[in-house]
């Protein structure tokens, strides 16, 4: 396969980092090259956080993606998700929570920052057919917790096609990096809406 | 992960003593190699998060001194703090091979400078390897023990964020490759060689300059350094330098073009490798260079063009035709590549979206629950309407800054806030003055501001913020919690005890999440005299166990909107009612860490545990 070029975004705490090692070990056992970079730091208290992950045949040699060279983009949030749109490939597909977050600080300016309106500029910028929004709220009604959000997108980004991987692929790689008590419930929230 | 890399080479190449202090990026390093190796046996490694870089550096030349393989880690801002006994250990260099991990932060993503750890190699004479992957991370910490063995001096590595937090697949050595563990010699008594003296420095200096040209030529043949002849005859004239993630970048920038100039790819700055720059400018009109931080390899490819008088013409930072700060993100390469080379060749259409509707700032914020926000507020609270100053420090706490709080009036380098409250205080002496500290910090680097602040008879409050932990860089342990890195128990160093110990007669330790008690025991300590200190204990809420998630009742709720708009808490929100418009006060119950805060601050007592609520 070319070089797939995959972005996750997101609010720190939302599990970005893992839903981007399952699908780096799941192409790992592909037996392409595979490189990731990941936001770690400050920024991981709940400010503005995104993966790079970038896998194929071909030989790579940066983790990081440029704009406009993203195959995927799989938005935790939906302004974080129009924050990262400019990395897009004209035709490349979105997957993104619709659940928005609200910045503290945006509180406290008194500003409104509202999910709704990040989703309808999604659906006037994402190329037709190439839009996928997902009611990531789901977890917390279904299963009870929100912080297998991950999970769920990641099996919402599989089924898109978008990925190049299978579900059988990603889900393989489930027992290497979940804690066992954990599995079902991801396995669950990773069939979510199948 | 890049880190990863290090760590497994180091185990690989034999290291039998690491230490290091946490910091974004360096810090994952250590914590693998603790994975990766086994406490004892002829393999094992002592593995520690020392008090300090400087206290790092110090135990792991000892280790090198009795013939170890040591390693020690940190960012390039602890390298300041580990300068003085570096400085000095590389004129008396080691026995067991050494290797200093230095990793640099452009951006700066999480870090106060862009300093460039390649200046302080040359400012030390110690070589420096600069992976551009973590394949080479992982070979380049072992050539860098063999070297370092060899000669018999430290040797640095420096990754920058983009290699230590990268992942990728890796070749590592399989343990049957691995060579056969050496027990260390173990110290040999020698005065002439181990004790730093004048006579033996000036000696000494001259060997490292000379050693230092042997390495230059020596490395201009190490595959680490490579040229790359042209592809096609289109730039023959033009070459490019570049060394790190920088030469990644123009790699996969490269690999889409059928013609490609000259390359140069520098995986050792210092020494320079002049023999292969020579070979590399031969022919050649302009140069240029792609790098971060500092000028480094400009600057060297300057002066091998001054030495041999050649007529080439070398371009960069130097020249304003890269930024000088920051770092170089694809864009930039790609832009760079294209006026370099003149082509107009750009990868792929980008086209940019449609204006986007005005997206909020999101910067990082003290979570949910966490006992600083507490820690803040109480000292706030107390200190309403006086003349009063907060210095702050480097922690997670760093961002008690931000609104509503705004608690942090400076923030320099860590431990510094204590010595800058007194000399604020000296020249505006009706002001209160509190220092906020972390535990971590507090072990590795205040103590002497606070026996500075004591013994020149200052006046003001050390505020020691204990959440039982290194939290900024992870949650790693140090002397005040009486754990190991490897999870084992160690002795535990009490905060009051050494406070007490200073000489300090007022030292009070107190739950900040007991608002009313942290408010009384603030007013209490600082109307005391001299230096006195409060130490806040509560464990970050990252590691406690959540307590129940509070709820608002909406029936009390008069919608004043002051638990929200005064806490800062990411998981208290205002909407407005659907009914009336009116505003509600909302606890998201995925993020309340159940601390009770915001429930003292509720003029109508509208906040409480959920079940009473419910
Ligand atoms: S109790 Fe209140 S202040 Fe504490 S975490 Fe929950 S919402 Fe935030
Ligand atoms: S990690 Fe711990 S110390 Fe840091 S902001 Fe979160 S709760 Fe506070």
Redesign the pocket.
């Known amino acids: 396969m070319s070089i797939r070029n995959v972005i996750l975004c997101g609010v720190g705490g939302q599990g970005t980092i893992l839903a981007s090692k399952l699908i780096a070990a799941a192409a790992m056992r592909k037996g392409w090259h595979v490189m990731s970079a990941e936001t770690i730091g400050m920024a991981q208290r709940g400010g503005s956080v995104y993966s790079n992950l970038r896998f194929g045949d071909d030989p790579i040699h940066a983790p990081l993606i440029g704009r406009g060279e993203a195959d995927l983009l799989i938005g935790f949030e939906p302004g974080e998700t129009v924050r990262m749109l400019p990395w897009l490939k004209p035709d490349g597909q979105v997957v993104a929570n619709t659940g928005a977050v609200m910045p503290t600080v945006a509180l406290l300016a008194g500003q409104t920052y509202d999910g709704k309106t990040m989703c309808d500029y999604l659906r006037q910028a994402v190329a037709p057919g190439h839009l996928l929004l997902c009611d990531g709220d789901r977890c917390r009604r279904e299963l009870g917790t929100a912080r297998v959000l991950n999970v769920f997108l990641l099996g919402q980004a599989v089924r898109s096609g978008a990925l190049g991987l299978t579900e059988a692929d990603v889900a393989a790689v489930f027992p290497d990096l979940i804690k066992p008590r954990f599995l079902v419930l991801n396995q669950q929230s990773f069939e979510l809406g199948r | 992960m890049g880190n990863a890399a290090i760590a497994k080479g180091a185990v690989a190449a034999g290291v039998r003593f690491a230490a290091g202090y946490p910091g974004t990026p360096s810090t994952e390093t250590l914590e693998n190699v603790a994975k990766f190796s086994p406490p004892s046996g002829e393999r094992g490694v002592h593995v520690e998060w020392s008090v300090n870089e400087t206290a790092a550096l110090e135990a792991a030349a000892g280790a090198s001194y009795a013939g170890a393989r040591s390693l020690v880690t940190m960012k390039q801002m602890g390298l300041n703090v580990a300068s003085d006994p570096l400085m000095c250990l590389a004129y008396i260099g080691v026995k067991g091979g050494m290797v200093v991990m230095v990793a640099d932060d452009p951006g700066p993503i999480s870090s106060q400078t862009e300093q460039d750890t390649r200046r302080f190699a040359s400012h030390a004479k110690i070589p420096c390897f600069d992976p551009s992957s973590v394949q080479e991370a992982y070979d380049m910490v072992r050539a860098a023990f063999e070297l370092s063995e060899a000669r018999g001096t430290p040797v640095f590595l420096r990754p920058t964020t983009r290699v230590c937090h990268a992942y990728s697949v890796v070749e590592v050595l399989d343990d049957e490759e691995l060579p056969p563990p050496v027990a260390p010699e173990g110290f040999v008594k020698d005065s002439q060689r181990w004790v730093i003296f004048p006579g033996l420095s000036y000696r000494n200096h001259e060997k490292l300059v000379r050693r230092n040209e042997e390495l230059s030529a020596e490395l201009s043949d190490s595959p680490f350094n490579a040229v790359v002849a042209a592809r096609g005859a289109r730039f023959g004239r033009l070459g490019l330098v570049a060394g790190g993630i920088s030469w990644a970048l123009a790699l996969d920038e490269l690999d889409r073009r059928t013609e490609t100039p000259r390359l140069f790819k520098v995986g050792t700055p210092y020494p320079f490798p002049e023999k292969a720059a020579l070979a590399f400018l031969e022919g050649l009109d302009i140069v240029l260079c792609l790098e971060e931080l500092d000028s480094v390899l400009e600057e060297e490819l300057l002066k091998v063009v001054g030495k041999h008088h050649l007529p080439v013409k070398i371009i960069g930072r130097l020249t304003r035709t890269t930024r000088v700060n920051g770092e170089n993100t694809v864009e930039l390469v790609k832009a760079y590549l294209r006026d370099f080379l003149a082509d107009g060749e750009v990868s792929c259409g980008t086209v940019e979206p449609p204006v986007p509707p005005p997206l909020p700032m999101r910067p990082p914020v003290l979570c ?2 966490c006992p600083h926000r507490a820690s803040f507020y109480a000292v706030k609270q107390a200190m309403k309407g006086k003349k009063s100053l907060f210095c702050g420090d480097i922690g997670c706490y760093t961002l008690g800054n931000a609104r509503p709080l705004d608690m942090v009036d400076t923030c320099l380098c860590m431990g510094a806030g204590i010595a800058l409250a007194q000399g604020v205080w000296r020249v505006e002496p009706d002001t209160t003055c509190f220092a906020f500290v972390g535990d971590s910090t507090f072990f590795a680097s205040a103590l002497t501001g606070i026996v500075n602040a004591v013994y020149s008879g200052a006046d003001l409050t050390v505020v020691v913020l204990d959440n039982s932990t290194t939290a900024m860089t992870g949650h790693q342990p140090h002397p005040g919690t009486g754990r190991t890195i490897r999870g084992d128990v160690a002795p535990r160093v009490s905060i009051e005890g050494i406070l007490r110990g200073i000489g300090l007669a007022t030292v009070e330790t107190v739950d900040p999440l007991d608002l009313p008690a942290a408010v009384a025991t603030v007013r209490r300590v600082a109307a005391e005299p001299g230096v006195k200190a409060i130490v806040f204990r509560s464990p970050c809420a990252v590691l406690a166990k959540p307590g129940p ?2 709820r608002v009742d909406p029936d009390r709720c008069i919608g004043c909107g002051r638990c929200a708009k005064e ?1 800062g ?1 990411p ?2 929100s205002l909407r407005e009612r659907p009914d009336s418009g009116r505003k509600l006060a909302v ?1 998201d119950e995925t993020q ?8 003292g601050l509720c003029p109508v007592g509208a ?1 409480g545990k959920g079940e009473q609520q419910a």
């Open positions: 949910a629950g998630a509070l806490l808490c998981a208290l606890i309340c860490n159940g601390c009770g805060l915001c429930a906040i």
